[in-house]
């Protein structure tokens, strides 16, 4: 009688157990001769030397395939017992397997051409308005990267501008006071990785998410790195990002030229990066526009509607007339106007 220890380093272990242990029971009820024990990600196995040896082999196929599709069920673990392919369909589209399995693909053809773009350059610009999911289809294909083994880590960054408010002092330590900037990261990496292997990428530095001014005096090689919301980075703060680029990196900056929330006198550092850098081979640019909005409907109907307003304020300061001198009563009537126009 032997012992083998099997780590389940891949795989989230609690995806892989299954609810109250229900994958390791059926294991164990399917080597009867094994004496099987699981405590966190170690699996300890003893019995007969070339049965020990086949149980581990179809452990690390179980892992594989948990690891991919982020989910085990028990008609999965019979077919790849029995030596069949499980019957799970293999999308061509699907960038990675979220939480629970959920399929995660390009929606719109302009994220299938983030897609392409990201795999032939190193770095990449998604720009266009909110709710295309530009920024959710680049964290996807930092991810899928990762779990490729094509990199070794994913970094994710964002510049802290307050969004027109002036937050004041916040509370707690530097974390506490940084991640409200950084919470739309933490919320797409949630859908895509289970919740304790997340824990342990962060814990290991694995996935790394920072404000952007700490990114000052980093090489960043082995790793896919985001930066969202460029819009409201300055030139220096870009120029420093962009020179990050180490080996055997990429990246992909994401932005949204409509959404600046910079002051008046300080220009996009993102704008003038795309100025500059329009002729350089080995950059991509992806640029949505309002078809691509993936969110509730009213989004789209929202954007169109700002963009209309623009378009007429920029027409009536070119005319010379202040939209904003407009009769005050008059905008109050209109609000109360019961005629459908």
Do not use: W
């Amino acid at each position: 009688m032997i012992e083998r220890i099997v780590i389940i380093d891949q795989a989230d272990p609690v995806s892989f157990y299954g609810v109250n242990n229900a994958n390791m029971q059926l294991l164990r009820n399917l080597f009867p001769k094994l004496r099987i024990t699981a405590r966190g990600s170690l699996i300890r196995v003893m019995g007969d030397e070339n049965e020990t040896a086949e149980f581990e082999k179809k452990v690390k196929q179980l892992e594989a395939y948990c690891a991919r599709y982020n989910k085990l069920n028990e008609e999965v673990i019979l077919d790849i017992l029995k030596g069949e392919q499980p019957s799970q369909m293999k999308a061509d589209d699907v960038i990675i397997y979220g939480v629970n399995g959920k399929p995660i693909s390009a929606r719109t053809p302009n994220q299938q051409k983030l897609v392409d773009t990201f795999l032939h350059n190193d770095l990449t610009f998604a720009l266009g308005p909110a709710g295309t999911g530009k920024t959710y289809v680049a964290i996807a294909l930092a991810v899928r990267a990762l779990k490729n083994r094509e990199v070794k880590k994913i970094i994710l960054s964002r510049p802290a501008v307050e969004a027109g408010e002036k937050l004041g002092f916040l509370p707690g330590d530097m974390k506490d006071k940084i991640d409200p900037y950084l919470q739309p990261l933490y919320d797409a990496l949630e859908d895509m990785i289970p919740a304790i292997k997340l824990k342990e990428y962060m814990e290991t530095k694995v996935i790394q998410i920072a404000p952007l001014a700490f990114m000052r005096g980093r090489t960043l090689n082995d790793a896919v790195i985001v930066l969202d919301e460029a819009q409201n980075t300055t030139t220096h703060q870009i120029k420093m990002f962009l020179t990050r680029m180490g080996m055997n990196a990429k990246m992909i900056i994401t932005g949204d030229a409509t959404q600046i929330d910079l002051p008046r006198s300080t220009k996009s550092g993102l704008i003038q990066a795309l100025q500059i850098l329009r002729d350089i081979p080995g950059i991509g640019k992806v640029e949505f526009g309002k078809k691509d909005i993936v969110r509730h409907a009213l989004v789209q109907r929202i954007v169109e509607a700002y963009a209309r307003a623009d378009e007429e304020a920029a027409r009536q300061e070119q005319s010379g007339h202040d939209p904003s001198c407009q009769d005050s009563h008059h905008q109050d009537n209109s609000l109360h106007d019961p005629s459908p126009n």
